[in-house]
């Protein structure tokens, strides 16, 4: 074999062998594996610089590839949090405690989910104590206030938004009992309209206790009520059905899941005035109250 064939042969091999290396190489760099640990270091590096939407699509790409890596779970959490979208941080850390079977990675998740959810309520509680601070300041400037007696003894005072005995809307009603002291008190929202579309009940110490969500028609007729727990659950509803001159017909009250619990019906002579009302399952005056009718 000459010498230059054999120098071409050479050549060749380690051509083949650069073309090999560099194959193995470009396969590596893009494998799962490499893919994941360079979106980690990319995300990690932009929570410490505080950017937190780009830290969000690169952790959210590793989940894509890898849907068991907790560490992405958790930085995503930790991304959200210090965006103050607590709701997300508890979401994303449920979701990884279904990736895994680690019993110690479930017990760490468990005490991040139990601190972002002990953040949410600490926040929510901050937010409950400016409304209320907002209501009193309101409500020291309030027009009007009326008093209400119980057979009880105890007694409401209501708070309007106007000096006219004969208009105005009140805005919060605060019950107390015969000795005078505050129990709990509701505060009202209103549409342009003058229709109340909220009413938010807390306890004494300004901590809420549920909330009532109102619909209206076109013609101002309340059509829906629903009531929430604290933490924005729904746990009933009601709905009310109108006459062609306004009066209230028919109501029905609901279960979180639209099961029917009772209903009733009103009846009125020819001059619109309330003659009877019959009712199944006994609904009583008080939860009429209740609701605000």
């Not at 028609?217 to 509803?237: A, H, M």
Request: glycine letters at 6%; aromatic letters at 10%; charged letters at 30%.
């Amino acid at each position: 074999m000459s010498i230059k064939r054999k120098r071409i042969i050479i050549i060749i091999g380690i051509e083949a062998v650069m073309i090999a290396a560099l194959i193995i190489f470009l396969f590596y760099i893009n494998s799962d594996t490499v893919r994941i640990n360079r979106q980690l270091e990319l995300a990690q590096r932009y929570l410490l610089e505080e950017d937190y939407e780009q830290a969000i699509a690169a952790f959210e790409i590793v989940i894509e590839i890898d849907p068991k890596n907790v560490d992405a779970y958790l930085g995503l959490a930790e991304a959200y949090v210090s965006t103050d979208d607590l709701e997300d941080a508890v979401k994303v850390l449920e979701q990884a405690a279904t990736q895994t079977d680690s019993e110690e990675m479930l017990e760490m998740l468990e005490i991040h989910i139990a601190e972002i959810e002990q953040r949410q309520l600490a926040a929510q509680r901050a937010a409950e104590e400016e409304t209320t601070v907002a209501v009193q300041n309101q409500t020291d400037d309030t027009a009007r206030t009326e008093r209400a007696d119980l057979p009880d003894g105890s007694y409401y005072i209501y708070y309007y938004d106007s000096n006219d005995d004969n208009s105005g809307n009140f805005i919060k009603r605060e019950k107390y009992s015969r000795d005078g002291t505050l129990m709990e008190y509701v505060v009202n929202s209103y549409d342009s309209n003058g229709n109340c579309i909220k009413a938010d009940e807390y306890s004494r110490d300004g901590i809420l206790i549920e909330y009532y969500i109102r619909s209206f028609d076109s013609n101002g007729n309340c059509i829906k009520v629903e009531r929430y727990s604290r933490e924005g659950v729904l746990e009933e509803y009601w709905i009310y059905s109108y006459g062609s001159n306004r009066n209230l017909i028919k109501g029905e009250r609901y279960n979180e899941d639209g099961t029917l619990i009772e209903y009733w019906f009103y009846s009125y002579d020819s001059n619109g005035n309330l003659i009877k009302g019959d009712s199944v399952q006994n609904l009583s005056d008080n939860a009429i109250d209740q609701i605000g009718l």
